[in-house]
């Protein structure tokens, strides 16, 4: 993913439909579960646009496709409902990092900002503290892991941001996680500058010589 789109653009309107490099994406946002996902919109024959249907399910986004309003779980990127049901997308490796790391990385590249930037309060979230409501959610956790604590999935695997974050770089099954201060977290203060730095995390795997970024 080289196209930097702002966070507390997506916190707000969720979905973003572009073009990068040639291949269509939707860059999708769940606020609720803070789960920041892209997506190859190339299905079959098919290239889909996608909208937010306004409903959750798992306590996450239920995204819908224009052409056959089949429901899309956000988290998955799987059709749960309609036409396409059962089927997947496939995932882009994204960067979830702060707008000074952009600058530093991809120092020339545009950045998406709303056409009426002041048409909503972009440097806040109403979601302040969504993390303290741990204790209202029972799930059948592994030991030491909260609710709403911030993980790093691959697959059917995940890692606590905690663990990554003390050992600042973690190799495992192929995998090389990497982690770097600099970036607030963007549910912890009504006004985002004010979160603390929860750092950021990229996930690359070794199938050769050359590393490889992976979702």
Not at 39 to 66: A, E, I, P, Q, S
Not at 71 to 81: K, N, S, T
Request: hydrophobic share 40%.
């Amino acid at each position: 993913m080289r196209a930097p789109i702002c966070c507390r653009i997506l916190l707000w309107h969720e979905i973003v439909n572009d073009t990068v490099g040639g291949v269509p994406v939707d860059v999708s946002y769940c606020p609720l579960c803070n789960s920041a996902i892209v997506f190859d919109c190339r299905f079959g024959k098919r290239t889909l646009v996608f909208g937010n249907t306004g409903r959750l399910r798992h306590y996450d986004m239920l995204m819908y496709d224009h052409d056959t309003e089949s429901w899309w779980q956000q988290f998955l990127g799987e059709a749960v409902m309609g036409k396409l049901i059962g089927g997947r997308l496939k995932a882009v490796p994204p960067r979830l990092e702060s707008l000074d790391q952009v600058r530093t990385r991809l120092p020339y590249r545009k950045i998406l900002v709303p056409r009426a930037p002041t048409a909503r309060t972009y440097v806040t979230t109403p979601y302040v503290r969504m993390d303290a409501r741990a204790d209202e959610l029972a799930y059948d956790l592994p030991k030491g892991v909260r609710s709403f604590e911030r993980v790093v999935v691959v697959g059917d695997r995940a890692w606590t941001l905690r663990l990554i974050s003390k050992r600042r770089r973690l190799e495992t099954d192929g995998l090389i996680l990497t982690w770097i201060a600099g970036q607030n977290f963007i549910h912890d203060a009504k006004w985002i500058a004010f979160g603390r730095d929860v750092g950021s995390v990229t996930v690359f795997q070794r199938p050769n010589i050359s590393l490889e970024e992976v979702p």
